[in-house]
């Protein structure tokens, strides 16, 4: 068996039933021994959208998404989309092809060395000397990209190695030496949360990325319902909890919900779990949670004290953590009643800033269109989002019903992620409408997906608020140069529905709420991919805003 | 934040191509400030042994502990109890020293550092000197004064003491 048969053999036995990828000539004996296999390969229009494309698949099946490129210029157009995924500890493994190994060094035609470009986004990275590595190192690859905390996996194969043949073993255990992520937490660590929960007058729970990466949604749910108190998110945790449930109360942070914001200041204990206290969820991290107590349950020991000195660490898989929080609280906890003054509290909030915040004055808003989305989407939809203004009125307006159904590139924020994302979610989950809730300038950057999204039959929607403007950064002209524009407009370029309709899509223009009602539901019923173009003011700001380097009272609502 | 102290970090290592860079990258990239670093092989064929010295606060020191054992070439990592270990560095430290006073004054001073002259010419003397950094310091501002033409140092070397491991 050639080193590339032994690829593909060892991407079927983990599992891997869709590749992401485009070819080239140092990976043409991978792509050769794809021809009869057992895998469905999806060719991209661009490498970084394969990679977007896997993480997309990722974040629904909850495993690595595969994607492939030749040496060069084909793994560095991967790069983006890797570091996308490791910003967000996504799970991926990323077959490159490299020169052969005799010209590794000699600045051969398409030779980088990806391995030390990629080091810094990857978690780990292979490159096989002979061809019978490859078999175990493939499958090191999946499980280190899937354990503890997960994120992308390369390995770059010379081509010389993909050629060579062998007698190939495919391992079914492996060790790695030096890796060994904790699972189960500590129990003395626990009963210290234990304690301190049940100390606490305003206990509130922060639930992050790290809850939906375990899949722990509803033990989530038993840990709120069992103490009975409000629950915020990061906006990577959004989705982490059902949007519409009694305790919920949406995101914090920079472009958090203001009741969210507002609520999590006044509370005495922090409970956060999977989360890793950005500077965008948290503003000035030693203003964050002074005078309370903070609990911190996450898998990675590295996260602990790194942005935030914390009360009690519980390190380990939240699903297991929760499941024996809410066993040794179980015993002890005096269940609250709906109207103990706290969650009394949380409603006067809400009802103060339901009163105070007016609604940007035009017949179509990002927030009436928001709205009007998530009232005829099922409950069951898969979102993602692109970047800037869009993702953070998505983040407002957007309510998530069904947990782990709402997508975005969080950390890094990539603008152009969420369009192929929202291909590879498809790719994951045919049965389900999928949306890209986008802006302009985002899908700009990745529209040549659609090629993909026609070809391949896999229909999502392009949710488009269109203001022809990188309007983040507008915004941030408007508030911090004085109005001073540079750079962010796109002066009605290009036309969008035109765009869909060349690549075979279907374009709607959504002039009024009666037109975008009616483009929604068309969307909702066509078979090829469908871009809505929704005009939109460029003035409008997204608020409420917390400045960077500020802290979360310093918000700012726009009322 | 706390005051900085002087640390020195001992991890064990795969032996193989690629890791130096993983682990230097790292402290790069997250900014650590190392004082010195030296790799070399151990009682084991596949395991290298990294020793690390910093200037760090606790909170610093504590991060790069984590970050290092999050790398998957490293098996193990430890902050050296300086109490209940042994540490050396090796300096060579090349000296002009032409007149006759300079030449017996450099070869005394070695002598009660217990260094050891490696090599003397018409115009120079080399000295070998090993020992706690702090000691290499010493010899060196004792010698400053003739002139140093060259220095190399290892930097440190280090082990716990008796059976601890
Ligand atoms: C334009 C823009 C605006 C933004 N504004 C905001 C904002 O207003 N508010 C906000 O919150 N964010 C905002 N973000 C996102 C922000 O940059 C961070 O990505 C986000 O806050 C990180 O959230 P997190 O800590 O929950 O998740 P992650 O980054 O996903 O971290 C997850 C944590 O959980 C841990 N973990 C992983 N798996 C497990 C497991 N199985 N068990 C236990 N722990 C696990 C990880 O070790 C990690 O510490 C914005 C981003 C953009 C692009
Ligand atoms: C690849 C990339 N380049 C630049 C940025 C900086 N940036 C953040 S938001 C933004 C504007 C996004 O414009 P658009 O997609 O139209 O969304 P809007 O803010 O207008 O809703 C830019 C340029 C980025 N996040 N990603
Ligand atoms: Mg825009």
Redesign the pocket.
């Known amino acids: 068996m050639t080193g590339a048969k032994a690829l593909i053999h060892a991407l079927e036995k983990e599992g891997v039933d869709v590749v992401f990828g485009l070819p080239g000539g140092a990976n043409l004996p991978i792509y050769d021994a794809l021809v009869g296999a057992n895998l469905r390969h999806i060719l991209v229009r661009h490498e970084q959208s394969a990679a977007h494309m896997a993480d997309g698949y990722a974040r629904i099946k909850r495993k690595s998404g595969v994607c492939f490129a030749t040496s060069g210029p084909g793994a560095t157009n991967l790069i983006t989309g890797i570091a996308t995924a490791y910003?967000?500890?996504i799970p991926m493994v990323a077959v490159t092809g490299q020169v052969p190994l005799a010209m590794i060094g000699k600045d051969a035609f398409q030779e980088t060395d990806i391995i030390g470009v990629a080091n810094p986004c990857t978690k780990y990275a292979f490159q096989p000397k002979v061809a019978t590595e490859i078999p175990e190192m493939v499958k090191k690859a999946f499980y280190i990209a899937e354990s503890?905390?997960?994120g992308p996996v390369l390995v770059d194969i010379p081509k010389d190695v993909q050629q060579a043949t062998a007698e190939m073993k495919f391992p079914d255990l492996i060790k790695v030496r030096g890796y060994s992520p904790i699972v189960d937490a500590d129990l003395s660590e626990v009963g210290k949360a234990v304690e301190l929960i049940l100390k606490a007058e305003r206990p509130i729970i922060m639930?992050?990325?790290?809850?939906?990466?375990?899949g722990?949604f509803a033990e989530l749910q038993a840990l709120a319902e069992l103490l009975m108190i409000p629950v915020v998110?990061?906006?990577?945790?959004k989705g982490a909890f059902p949007e519409n449930h009694p305790l919920a109360m949406g995101?914090?942070?920079?472009?958090?919900h203001p009741e969210a914001n507002k609520i999590i200041i006044e509370a005495d204990c922090i409970i956060a779990?999977?989360?890793?206290?950005?500077?965008?969820?948290?503003g000035r991290f030693d203003e964050f949670g002074k005078g309370m107590s903070i609990i911190h349950?996450?898998?990675?020991p590295a996260?602990i004290g790194k942005n935030k000195s914390v009360d009690v660490a519980i390190v380990?898989?939240?699903?297991s953590?929760l499941r024996t929080l809410v066993k040794l609280l179980g015993k002890k906890v005096v269940k609250r009643d709906a109207d103990n003054p706290w969650l009394k509290r949380r409603k006067e909030i809400i009802q103060y800033y339901q009163e105070t915040i007016k609604d940007y004055a035009r017949e179509i808003t990002a927030k009436k269109s928001l709205k009007k989305l998530r009232e005829l989407l099922p409950a069951n939809a898969i979102a993602t989002t692109e970047?800037?203004q869009c993702?953070?009125w998505a983040?407002l307006h957007f309510d998530v019903i069904s947990p782990g159904t709402f997508f975005?590139?969080?950390?890094?924020?990539t603008m152009g992620f969420g369009f192929p994302a929202s291909i590879g979610a498809k790719a994951a989950r045919p049965d389900v409408p999928v949306v890209d809730i986008a802006g302009d300038g985002s899908f700009n950057m990745t529209e040549n997906s659609l090629a993909v999204s026609v070809l391949e039959k896999l229909p999502v929607i392009v949710f488009l608020m269109n203001n022809y403007m990188l309007g983040?950064v507008a915004q941030w002209q408007r508030t911090f140069y004085n109005r001073r524009y540079s750079g962010v407009h796109q002066h009605q370029c290009p036309d969008y529905v035109k765009i869909a309709e060349a690549y075979g899509a279907q374009g709607i223009r959504a002039q009024s709420m009666a037109e975008l009602e009616k483009a929604i539901k068309t969307a909702l019923k066509s078979d090829v991919a469908t871009v809505i173009d929704i005009p939109i003011d460029p003035d409008e700001d997204v608020y409420p805003f917390?400045a960077p380097g500020t802290s979360l009272k310093d918000m700012i609502t726009g009322a | 934040m706390s005051a900085n102290g002087w640390y020195i970090v001992s991890a064990l290592v795969e032996n193989k191509p690629g890791v130096l860079f993983r682990v230097t990258n790292l402290f790069r990239a997250r900014s650590f400030n190392i004082e010195s670093i030296t790799v070399g092989t151990t009682e084991q064929q596949d395991l290298s042994r990294m020793t690390i010295t910093t200037n760090s606060d606790q909170r610093t020191l504590d991060q790069l502990v984590k970050q290092l054992r999050k790398l998957i070439d490293v098996v193990d990592v430890k902050v050296l109890d300086l109490d209940k270990s042994v540490y050396r560095e090796l300096a060579l430290i090349k000296m002009k020293a032409i007149d006759p006073t300079t030449r017996s004054e450099i070869l005394n001073y070695a002598n009660i550092f217990r260094g050891n002259i490696i090599d003397i010419g018409k115009e120079t003397i080399t000295v070998e000197i090993t020992g706690t950094p702090d000691k290499i310091d010493a010899f060196k501002n004792l010698v400053e004064q003739y002139g140093i033409a060259q220095l190399a140092r290892t930097g440190v070397s280090a082990l716990p003491r008796g059976t601890e491991l």
């Open positions: 910003a967000d500890s503890g905390r997960p639930a992050g990325g790290g809850v939906i990466l375990s722990a998110t990061t906006f990577k945790g995101p914090i942070g920079m472009h958090g779990i999977g989360a890793r206290f950005s500077d965008r969820s948290v349950m996450d898998i990675d996260e380990g898989d939240v699903k953590s970047v800037g993702q953070m983040s975005s590139s969080t950390g890094l924020g983040m917390v």
